[in-house]
């Protein structure tokens, strides 16, 4: 149990750096995974995930552009903006894991990349979208 949610951890990373990537330069998820992945092997979480983001990208950010408050997608922060990105997907697609636990870990992605700031700021967002989705 320990191992899956370090190893699911580790792979929200990696699927926050290629949303980001591939938000910056336009790239090809795949190439972009590829590139974020440098060598190591893939995964079926992390590449269900990136896909299922890309294919609910509009929707999803209605849902994030709507948590805002005093705040548009386009003063969003490129990476926090990918974290939310992949939390709303996980919260209102995927389904997989828990809202706490999906919470939880793009809070700490958020200070992972970011601060303290970044983290509450996640989680402030992504609260509102989990309320609303009960």
């Not at 750096?17 to 795949?30: F, K, P, R, V």
């Not at 999803?60 to 003063?75: G, M, N, P, V, Y």
């Not at 997989?96 to 200070?111: Q, R």
């Amino acid at each position: 149990r320990d191992r899956s949610s370090m190893r699911r951890r580790e792979l929200r990373k990696i699927a926050v750096q290629t949303l980001y990537q591939i938000a910056m330069a336009g790239t090809d998820w795949t190439k972009a995974l590829e590139h974020t992945l440098n060598g190591r092997p893939s995964d079926a979480f992390l590449e269900n995930n990136i896909k299922g983001v890309l294919e609910h990208l509009e929707a999803i950010d209605r849902s994030i552009e709507q948590a805002l408050t005093h705040w548009s997608l386009d003063r969003l922060s490129k990476v926090d903006h990918a974290i939310l990105r992949l939390a709303v997907y996980e919260l209102l697609y995927a389904k997989e894991s828990p809202p706490a636990v999906v919470i939880n870990e793009a809070v700490e992605l958020g200070k992972l990349f970011g601060t303290e700031k970044n983290g509450k700021f996640i989680n402030r967002v992504l609260g509102k979208i989990a309320r609303q989705e009960e």
